[in-house]
């Protein structure tokens, strides 16, 4: 499976649910406020409101970041193949590579969100192409939960029975 779950937390609340994660870590909007994000293998949904991600995002090991999160909410979410969607992809294969991005699906044909991180350089999340589909927010992320993917090759931006892209393959 190249694929699993990810569900962004309260901190206080789903403390227990998190201590299941194969990763997870603190993320702080800029308002002070405190998250906690993780992902689950791909096994039984940990938490009614998880999305899939590409798996290959995840790094226990990984060192803080910046984050772009932008999570559409269930039954807002456009279809995949909407135009939008598909620009949004390329302009994320036009610019240089984040460290990692991946986009979030919920079933076989919707979009969900997506993560763009990026380590070295923050303002480059301002104009995160996924944030046109819908609002997202930048977080500082705690080290244990992503880490480097090598650059996704272009220009392919089909997805595979409904894997969040970048991931490839059929299962």
Do not use: N
Request: hydrophobic share 50%; net charge negative.
């Amino acid at each position: 499976m190249s694929w699993c779950w990810f569900a962004v937390l309260d901190a206080m609340a789903d403390l227990s649910v998190a201590e299941s994660a194969l990763a997870a870590a603190e993320a702080t909007t800029d308002a002070g406020d405190t998250v906690v994000l993780a992902a689950w293998p791909a096994a039984r949904k940990p938490v009614q409101h998880a999305v899939r991600m590409d798996a290959q995002v995840v790094d226990p090991s990984g060192a803080p970041a910046w984050a772009s999160l932008v999570l559409v909410p269930a039954g807002r979410e456009p279809l995949f193949d909407d135009p939008a969607v598909s620009g949004a992809l390329r302009r994320v294969l036009a610019g240089p590579p984040p460290d990692v991005v991946s986009t979030f699906v919920r079933d076989s044909s919707h979009f969900a969100g997506a993560v763009t991180v990026e380590r070295q350089d923050r303002r480059r999340l301002q104009d995160d192409p996924f944030s046109r589909l819908h609002p997202g927010q930048v977080l500082w992320v705690a080290a244990g939960l992503f880490g480097r993917v090598p650059p996704t090759p272009g220009p392919v931006t089909q997805r595979y029975a409904g894997l969040p892209w970048p991931a490839a393959g059929f299962a």
